[in-house]
Protein backbone atom coordinates (compact mmCIF):
# COMPACT_ATOMS: atom_id res chain seq x y z
CA UNK A 1 0.00 0.00 0.00
CA UNK A 2 1.38 3.39 -0.73
CA UNK A 3 1.81 6.13 2.18
CA UNK A 4 2.17 9.87 2.83
CA UNK A 5 4.03 11.22 5.00
CA UNK A 6 2.16 13.07 7.97
CA UNK A 7 4.21 16.70 7.30
CA UNK A 8 2.91 16.40 3.55
CA UNK A 9 -0.56 15.29 5.04
CA UNK A 10 -0.80 18.10 7.24
CA UNK A 11 0.12 20.48 4.26
CA UNK A 12 -2.14 18.99 2.11
CA UNK A 13 -5.72 18.83 4.03
CA UNK A 14 -6.04 22.73 3.98
CA UNK A 15 -5.52 22.76 0.22
CA UNK A 16 -7.62 19.85 -0.74
CA UNK A 17 -11.47 20.88 -0.69
CA UNK A 18 -12.43 17.27 -0.08
CA UNK A 19 -10.64 14.16 0.67
CA UNK A 20 -11.32 11.01 2.51
CA UNK A 21 -10.15 9.97 6.37
CA UNK A 22 -9.65 7.14 8.38
CA UNK A 23 -8.87 7.85 11.97
CA UNK A 24 -9.34 6.18 15.71
CA UNK A 25 -11.07 8.03 18.21
CA UNK A 26 -9.54 8.82 21.78
CA UNK A 27 -10.81 10.22 24.56
CA UNK A 28 -7.81 10.52 27.68
CA UNK A 29 -10.63 12.74 30.60
CA UNK A 30 -12.81 9.33 30.06
CA UNK A 31 -10.88 6.57 28.37
CA UNK A 32 -13.08 5.83 25.89
CA UNK A 33 -12.14 5.41 22.56
CA UNK A 34 -10.57 2.78 19.70
CA UNK A 35 -13.28 3.44 17.32
CA UNK A 36 -12.41 3.16 13.76
CA UNK A 37 -13.76 6.43 11.95
CA UNK A 38 -14.09 6.62 8.17
CA UNK A 39 -14.83 9.65 6.55
CA UNK A 40 -15.72 9.48 2.52
CA UNK A 41 -16.64 13.12 2.48
CA UNK A 42 -14.85 15.53 4.72
CA UNK A 43 -13.04 18.80 4.80
CA UNK A 44 -10.65 20.68 6.97
CA UNK A 45 -13.06 23.12 9.30
CA UNK A 46 -12.90 26.88 8.70
CA UNK A 47 -13.31 28.76 11.17
CA UNK A 48 -15.58 31.49 10.09
CA UNK A 49 -16.18 33.60 13.43
CA UNK A 50 -13.41 36.31 13.42
CA UNK A 51 -12.91 38.62 16.68
CA UNK A 52 -14.78 38.80 19.53
CA UNK A 53 -18.05 37.39 20.31
CA UNK A 54 -21.24 38.82 21.29
CA UNK A 55 -23.21 37.41 24.67
CA UNK A 56 -27.18 38.32 24.79
CA UNK A 57 -26.47 41.25 26.62
CA UNK A 58 -24.34 42.69 23.63
CA UNK A 59 -20.77 42.52 25.66
CA UNK A 60 -17.60 41.58 24.19
CA UNK A 61 -16.30 38.15 24.90
CA UNK A 62 -12.81 37.11 23.48
CA UNK A 63 -12.91 34.08 20.76
CA UNK A 64 -11.68 30.48 22.54
CA UNK A 65 -8.53 29.60 21.25
CA UNK A 66 -8.87 25.86 20.56
CA UNK A 67 -4.79 25.91 20.65
CA UNK A 68 -5.23 22.78 17.40
CA UNK A 69 -1.15 23.00 16.80
CA UNK A 70 -0.08 22.84 20.50
CA UNK A 71 -2.64 19.75 21.07
CA UNK A 72 -1.77 18.13 18.19
CA UNK A 73 -5.75 18.63 16.67
CA UNK A 74 -7.21 19.56 13.50
CA UNK A 75 -10.95 19.97 13.33
CA UNK A 76 -12.36 18.06 10.51
CA UNK A 77 -16.49 18.39 8.74
CA UNK A 78 -18.00 15.76 7.69
CA UNK A 79 -19.91 16.74 4.99
CA UNK A 80 -22.51 14.07 4.48
CA UNK A 81 -23.06 13.75 8.63
CA UNK A 82 -22.90 17.62 8.71
CA UNK A 83 -20.98 17.09 11.81
CA UNK A 84 -17.36 17.90 13.15
CA UNK A 85 -14.97 15.13 14.78
CA UNK A 86 -11.64 16.50 16.37
CA UNK A 87 -9.18 14.14 14.90
CA UNK A 88 -5.66 14.10 16.61
CA UNK A 89 -2.76 13.82 13.78
CA UNK A 90 -1.35 10.76 15.52
CA UNK A 91 -4.20 8.79 15.16
CA UNK A 92 -5.01 9.36 11.39
CA UNK A 93 -4.03 6.12 9.39
CA UNK A 94 -4.97 6.86 5.91
CA UNK A 95 -5.69 10.27 3.88
CA UNK A 96 -7.23 9.71 1.05
CA UNK A 97 -6.59 5.97 0.67
CA UNK A 98 -3.17 6.14 2.01
CA UNK A 99 -1.55 4.78 4.45
CA UNK A 100 -0.09 7.18 6.83
CA UNK A 101 3.90 7.20 7.72
CA UNK A 102 5.25 8.61 10.71
CA UNK A 103 8.89 9.42 11.26
CA UNK A 104 10.94 9.02 8.46
Known amino acids: ?3 IPLNLLLA ?3 TTPTFSIQFVTANRRTGEGGQLITLANAC ?3 NK ?3 LQR ?3 QQPKPHKNPSHF ?3 TRNIWCKTEKRFYKVHIY ?3 SFNGLAVRYGN
Open 1 to 3: MKS
Open 12 to 14: TMP
Open 44 to 46: IAK
Open 49 to 51: ATG
Open 55 to 57: TYN
Open 70 to 72: KNR
Open 91 to 93: LIL
